[in-house]
């Protein structure tokens, strides 16, 4: 199985600042890596798949990096609506998937 | 549209079975492995198994090993997931999802209650 780990747990940021949230895989994944939102009662929303390609309708101050183990999604200036829990998700098996626990990014 | 779309809520007593469906529409079932995923009440998502319709293979987490499991149907593009031993810790919201050419969906949730 691979294990998904995502730092840090919370992430406090100012409006309009940047914010870097980190996954890393115990073994590689390739780049077959998602990154999702999540805002209370609602669904996952993805944003990013393929470690770098933004979803349909993702503005582009969001933006995912990396490959192999390690992974980077970086929001360049954040507005009020990206706080939020963000999970990252591997999916380089046919039929194994894991996620990271979350990472949740609150208003310093 | 290629979608997945999911059964409605349901509320289930401790100790019985649910069976969720997820039928997918636009693109042919076994294009395709089918992925379950919960995610419990202030909690986080919890990946719990896949299955190939193609073949019928599956993988379950082993946490969800003997007390799940995955089918389909592949005549009506569906599949299925049955949960059996429900406990109040099992109330969560059930999604289905797959990843067809490269596009990650998910179904729209089903909400499993069960009352302690």
């Known amino acids: 199985e691979t294990v998904m780990t995502q730092s840090p747990v919370t992430l406090s940021v100012s409006p309009g600042e940047r914010a870097t949230l980190s996954c890393r895989a115990s073994?590689?994944?390739?780049?077959?890596l998602a990154w999702y939102q999540q805002k209370p009662g609602q669904a996952p929303r993805l944003l990013i798949y393929?470690?770098?390609t933004r979803a349909t309708g993702v503005p582009a101050r969001f933006s995912g990096s990396g490959s192999g183990t390690e992974f980077t999604l970086t929001i360049s200036s954040l507005q009020s609506e990206d706080f939020a829990v963000y999970y990252c998700?591997?999916?380089?098996?046919?039929?194994?998937?894991?996620f990271g626990q979350g990472t949740k990014v609150e208003i310093k | 549209q290629v979608q997945l779309v999911q059964s409605e809520a349901e509320v289930k007593k401790p100790g019985a079975s649910v069976k969720v469906s997820c039928k997918a529409s636009?693109?042919?079932?076994?294009?395709?492995?089918i992925h379950w995923v919960r995610q419990a009440p202030g909690k986080g998502l919890e990946w719990m198994g896949g299955?190939?319709?193609?073949?019928?293979?599956?993988i379950y987490a082993q946490k969800f090993a003997g007390r799940m499991t995955m089918t389909d149907d592949t005549s009506r593009d569906t599949a299925y997931m049955e949960l059996s031993g429900l406990r109040s810790d099992d109330t969560a919201v059930y999604y289905c999802?797959?990843?067809?050419?490269?596009?990650?969906?998910w179904g729209q949730g089903t909400q499993v209650t069960v009352p302690s």
């Open positions: 999802a797959t990843n067809f050419q490269s596009n990650l969906l």
């Open positions: 636009g693109y042919t079932l076994t294009e395709s492995s």
């Open positions: 299955l190939d319709p193609e073949d019928g293979e599956t």
């Open positions: 073994q590689s994944v390739i780049t077959n």
């Open positions: 393929g470690a770098s």
């Open positions: 998700q591997q999916y380089n098996n046919w039929l194994s998937w894991t």
